[in-house]
């Protein structure tokens, strides 16, 4: 028997013997205390930016000079917290809000659109709240600052439509209108109509599902589809409105596939776009917002909280570094898309602190304040929850889904939908089986890196890839684990901003996930003859000592112990540590798996199927 195939046979009981995760080696602090530690850090900043103004720099990159359009309301909101955060009758505060005073002038006229808004008038109104504002902010800068932040500068009048920005915007500007209205500065009819924009985008695009499509119905699901109706909520809580019972339906169904993707080691979602330490703080605004309005029950409460404990202590210990002063998404090979690229570095970190600044004020008040999280999430999370599910987005032309499964200290999460304009070429809206450690996505891949999905080349130069077209998602039990399939009647035509149909090849795919064992297996059929210049498969691994048997891969250290593929001709192993192509959120990919098949005349149907063996 050959050595490699002998190493994918022994993966699955060499993985039995480390089912069930490790305790951990020390009690998780309870959130609060942990969050205490975010205001050293926006002190550090506080103290930097008087100093250097304009001219600040952090770690090589000058943050004034990048053109973040957020920067100046991400500065007012994350200096507002450490002034909010400030005794009254501390002897520094005098002289912080002169600090802030003169830091709020130097900002004032630099550019600071959509989310920038909403920070700086968040700031603004909890000022106001606070009795600071007077003193915070200059009467010639709050005049001026009242006739730039307003959302009239990405809604189009009078037809109340957003100018070239995603859906999710409308949620942005209901937020300004509506802290414009408690500020003073107008009445009630924009928040309303745009709410009312809003909610009828859900209801156009979500259908009876809940969750939002971030295109016109083009199929784009993410993270951010599942943090959406927590932010809704966020804003009427934080602007004094009643949360209605739609809402907190809503909130429930994100709460769910939040409690199913959850992962006793902190990490969370693991698909779509802008992740890093935004895919699990996602987790904490969702779950604080849930236990907050009730919609959790008890026991799920305690366990929502003990994983958001675990979520903040994550940030402090893996994504901040003490030696940069700052939260890290760009080095120690991790990767980023262009959106949160290095040059944000400043705004990131202001950001990110209020996100676990604000969600552990709502754990507060939702009576977890310095509560000792549970010891037994792992077991828990294990024993109460579905080993698997199928949530569904969207249905019609085409079907939108994530399936979770849970593998004892692993979690996968296959999300199968189109990616919509600029993102259905990039892996992380691949329809792939996204695990921490296991298969990720790398941010702004593009058609280049086709992640653990067939490539076919056409003699006529064509490159089409089964990414956008899901129809007919159907999940079932099957003996000893669960079957996913879907097919499509078209390939994905590459080079285009949007997925391109192209019916000369069909598919139909099955997945049948098991306890160690993933196995995707595509059956394509061609509408007529087609002269194919060669097919490619490439899977890049956090794996690393492997050795090639024809089409198995065993390797010696890592999550992935092997990787077998059948239907195309060969493989070879490449080691990629520290190429800038190869780097997932977390960190660096290791091997380049890439396996292929050349030239034939493509006449009747063609079998590819790839395992996975993890332990």
């Known amino acids: 028997m050959r050595p490699a195939l002998l190493a994918l046979m022994l993966a699955p009981l060499l993985a039995g013997l480390t089912f069930l995760p490790a305790a951990p080696a020390r009690a998780t602090p309870p959130l609060h205390r942990t969050v205490e530690q975010a205001y050293p850090q926006l002190d550090y900043f506080f103290q930097k930016l008087v100093r250097e103004r304009d001219g600040i720099t952090i770690d090589g990159r000058a943050p004034f000079q990048s053109h973040d359009k957020f920067l100046p309301g991400k500065i007012a909101t994350g200096l507002a917290d450490v002034l909010l955060h400030t005794p009254k009758d501390d002897p520094r505060l005098p002289g912080m809000l002169r600090d802030y005073a003169a830091i709020a002038d130097l900002t004032v006229g630099m550019e600071n659109d959509t989310w920038g808004i909403y920070y700086y008038m968040g700031a603004l109104y909890k000022l106001k709240q606070a009795g600071l504002l007077a003193r915070a902010v200059r009467p010639a800068t709050l005049d001026l600052l009242r006739r730039k932040l307003d ?3 990405f809604v189009r009048q009078p037809a109340f439509e957003l100018i070239n920005l995603p859906t999710n915007y409308y949620g942005v500007a209901f937020s300004i209108a509506r802290l414009r209205l408690l500020m003073g500065w107008e009445d009630a009819h924009a928040s309303e109509v745009l709410l009312d924009k809003m909610l009828k985008h859900y209801a156009d695009y979500s259908g009876t599902y809940g969750f939002s499509d971030e295109t016109d119905g083009q199929g784009r699901f993410d993270r951010y589809s599942i943090l959406l109706a927590a ?3 966020e804003r009427f809580i934080e602007t004094g409105l ?14 769910d596939v ?7 080691d902190g990490t969370g979602f693991t698909m779509g776009r802008s992740l890093g330490p935004y895919g699990e703080t996602a987790m904490l605004e969702i779950l604080s917002t849930a236990a907050y309005l009730g919609v959790l029950s008890p026991e799920e409460k305690e366990y929502a909280y003990a994983y958001s404990a675990r979520i903040g202590e994550r940030y402090m210990d893996f994504w901040y570094d003490p030696a940069l002063h700052s939260v890290d998404m760009w080095g120690k090979g991790r990767r ?25 004020d709502m754990w507060n008040r939702a009576g977890m304040k310095d509560a000792a999280p549970r010891a037994d999430l792992a077991a828990w999370l294990v024993r109460a929850r579905p080993a698997f599910s199928l949530t569904r987005f969207a249905g019609g032309e085409y079907d ?50 086709p992640q653990l999905l067939p490539k076919f080349r056409l003699a006529d130069g064509s490159e089409l890839i089964a990414t956008a077209f899901m129809k007919d998602i159907q999940a079932h039990d099957v003996d000893g684990g669960y079957r996913v399939t879907y097919r499509q009647d078209a390939l994905t035509k590459l080079g285009k901003n949007v997925p391109v149909k192209d019916t000369r090849i069909a598919v139909e795919t099955e997945y049948v996930l098991r306890h160690g064992v993933v196995t995707r297996t595509d059956t394509y059929t061609p509408a007529a003859p087609l002269d194919v210049a060669g097919v490619s498969l490439d899977f890049a691994s956090f794996s690393r000592g492997a050795s090639v048997d024809g089409t198995d891969i065993a390797f010696h250290d890592g999550a992935v112990r092997g990787f077998a593929v059948q239907g195309l001709a060969n493989c070879r192993a490449d080691d990629v540590a520290g190429s800038e192509a190869y780097r997932a959120p977390y960190g660096p990919m290791a091997t380049l798996a890439s396996c292929g098949t050349g030239a034939s005349t493509f006449d009747k149907p063609l079998r590819i199927s790839w395992t996975i063996r993890y332990e």
């Not at 898309?337 to 996100?355: A, P, V, W």
């Not at 189109?418 to 691949?430: D, E, I, K, T």
């Not at 298969?439 to 058609?447: H, K, L, P, R, Y």
């Open 151 to 153: 959302w009239r500068t």
């Open 231 to 233: 932010e809704i909520c």
């Open 242 to 255: 009643t949360v209605t019972p739609e809402l907190k339906a809503l909130l429930r169904k994100s709460a």
């Open 258 to 264: 939040a409690l199913n993707a959850a992962n006793a």
């Open 336 to 360: 980023t898309d262009t959106y949160r690229g290095k040059h944000r570095i400043l705004g990131e970190n202001f950001s990110l602190l209020h996100q676990l600044i604000s969600t552990d």
């Open 400 to 449: 939108r889904a994530l399936a979770i499964w849970r593998d004892g200290p692993h979690v996968f999460s296959l999300s199968m939908i189109n990616g919509g304009p600029s993102q259905h070429a990039n892996s992380p809206y691949y329809p792939l089986p996204f695990s921490y450690g296991i298969v990720s996505g790398i941010a702004d891949s593009g058609a280049a890196h």
